[in-house]
């Protein structure tokens, strides 16, 4: 049938472009690995040139040259090796945590050593990027993250300055110092740039937490990947 005619016609047409693209240099000894051939085949056939499985079933129609290439388990950073060699990256690879403090016990010979702001609970931790052991949380990858805390101080006269600290510097803080309150918080959040196994945790800089810091909270998500 007329139809019939011009699919072989345009079978040929294909048959003919991935012969040529494929096995052009086998004369030169450069012979191409299928992977190769199979890759620079979908980028150079022409718009809407049906392409046919080894077992001859239903065609894909390629609509342009763009490749998209997808993996069922993505690496840790987001990014994956398709079969063809190809580093994709993976829109599925979620980042965020969120710990709180439950308990009022004072701080610990550690914590008064390091004061490191320790967490005992850990309500999200998509990706297991936050160690509640050391409270700290290591990126992933390099992109932006949004970073919050709430420190609360209870029965404490003293005034409060907790840090959030980058790689062992203090990026933002926050104070609470009102003496006529018997629970208060020190509350800030910001947007960070970070690399790949950049560090992020909370500092007492000021003050003490004596009489315990329960319903303190530290929470964090990748917005973006760069």
């Known amino acids: 049938m007329p139809g019939d005619a011009r699919g072989d016609a345009g079978r040929g047409t294909c048959g003919s472009e991935a012969r040529r693209v494929g096995w052009q240099k086998r004369g030169s000894?450069?012979?191409?690995?299928?992977?190769?051939?199979?890759?620079?085949?979908?980028?150079l056939l022409p718009a809407g040139c049906p392409v046919r499985a080894q077992n001859d079933t239903e065609p894909i129609v390629l609509e342009g040259k763009c490749l998209v290439v997808c993996d069922s388990s993505p690496s840790a950073d987001g990014a994956v090796t398709s079969s063809l060699g190809i580093s994709v990256r993976s829109g599925s690879a979620k980042v965020a945590f969120s710990a709180t403090?439950?308990?009022?016990?004072?701080?610990?010979?550690?914590?008064n050593r390091t004061m490191t702001?320790?967490?005992?609970?850990?309500?999200?931790?998509?990706?297991?990027?936050?160690d509640l052991a050391?409270?700290?949380?290591?990126?992933?990858?390099?992109?932006?993250?949004?970073?919050?805390?709430?420190?609360v101080k209870v029965y404490n006269r003293q005034t409060i300055?907790?840090?959030?600290?980058?790689?062992?510097?203090?990026v933002i803080s926050a104070f609470a110092g009102d003496q006529d309150v018997t629970r208060e918080a020190a509350s800030n959040g910001v947007l960070l740039l970070m690399e790949r196994?950049?560090?992020?945790?909370?500092?007492?800089?000021?003050?003490?937490?004596?009489?315990?810091?329960?319903?303190?909270?530290?929470?964090?998500?990748l917005v973006f990947p760069l």
């Open 101 to 111: 403090r439950s308990t009022n016990h004072e701080p610990s010979e550690m914590s």
């Open 117 to 130: 702001i320790y967490f005992d609970q850990v309500l999200v931790n998509i990706g297991n990027h936050f």
């Open 29 to 43: 000894g450069k012979v191409r690995t299928r992977a190769q051939a199979l890759a620079l085949l979908l980028l």
């Open 197 to 221: 196994e950049d560090k992020v945790h909370l500092k007492l800089e000021r003050g003490n937490l004596m009489g315990g810091w329960k319903y303190s909270t530290f929470s964090g998500f």
């Open 161 to 170: 300055q907790v840090s959030l600290m980058q790689n062992g510097y203090p």
């Open 134 to 151: 050391s409270s700290i949380f290591v990126a992933p990858r390099k992109g932006i993250y949004s970073f919050s805390f709430h420190v």
